[in-house]
């Protein structure tokens, strides 16, 4: 299917749906393209591989595509490599490994060891070729182009992988006759032209900031954080490492003694205040000066709150400013959040307003519209939380112009 743009929205990705044998949608494969047309043969496969993983960890392209049904998608060798891997849950996704690939001994690991986190893989394009072996076992689909290989070698495939606990994939199927043949011969899944063409998915893009911050981030909300593997991706960022350094040596931290070092940094931060920070910067990248103001606002009035009621005012720092996420990215909150693996007290106080940190966002919220229609009076029974968001939106003007330098408003 194919969903018109929006007059605001961007070409994220173009997508083929995948048939099983009654013609019902069993996936769906994920193709780069960008407004230019380019595909992923023009721009590279690490680029196109990082577009099309973090338009799909941010689940942007399940509201255009209605497909209940894992996305397959062609990943590169470095990316397979990575420590981290993908944002996203490995329900959500199958992994296509393609000829390009050459099946290293790490790549073998690195394959053995997401397959044990739940990953599925396919097999695409590997020409049976010895070399890929060692990766037989992990495939849950083996896919054949059946404008490469002919009827007569697909069967002898078939034959020779029989052991495999593995469903096969016709793919580039153009006429009803290559499908009854494919159907024939025992394969499982379908996909090409007879089919559906690729079509395009629109939607909105994600700033490259947030994109950026969403590894991290994903560090920063785990129970127990590696503090190493912080200091890493924070050195990986050099625009996010200066801007770190920068805020913790200004005057809203006071520090002793200039510091200078990003271990520096993530000790006197802690790993709370500095999520609400990356959190912050990745947010804010290119937001409008009105919705900035108004998102720390936000954070900071929960905080204030959280002070006076003796709550955590750090997680409801953090909590208010990641309700923001949906007026900042236009997209719906829960499909940024559903990347960063929230513990469930925090996705529950953001997404449902329930528990005590729920209720406290619930009250900030209610001030917050009254504040902008200016309906509060100092003697309705609110003063105190109109006091409170007052504070908080003066501090929040006031820490705007402390990050100018290094943040657009």
Known sequence: MTQGPDSA????????PIFDRADNVRGVELLYRDDQGLSALDVGEDHATAEVVYQLCTAISQKALH?????FINVSADLLL??????????HVVIELVERITPTPALVEAVSRLHQQGFR??????AFAPEWDPLLP?????KIDIQVSSLAEARAYRERFAHLEAAWIAERIETREERDAYLELGFELFQGYFYARPAPVYGKKIPPATLQATHLLKELCRSEPDTGEV???IQADPELAIKLIRIVNSAYYHPLSPIGSIQDVVTRLGFRQL???VTLFGLLDNAPSEYAELALTRAKACELLAQRDQLNSQDAYFIGLLSTAEL????PREEFLGCLELDSATSDAILRREGVYGNLLQRIEGTERQFAMRQMTPYDGNSRLFDIYQQAHHQAYELLAALTPTSKK
């Open 67 to 71: 497909y209940r049904a894992p996305a």
């Open 138 to 142: 992990f495939a849950s689909y083996i």
């Open 9 to 16: 929205d961007d070409l994220l990705l173009a997508s083929q």
């Open 231 to 233: 200091i890493r991706l």
């Open 328 to 331: 900042l990215l236009g997209i």
């Open 275 to 277: 999520s609400s920070w």
């Open 82 to 91: 990575a420590r981290h891997f993908l944002p996203v849950s490995p329900a």
């Open 121 to 126: 893989f396919a097999l695409d394009d590997f």
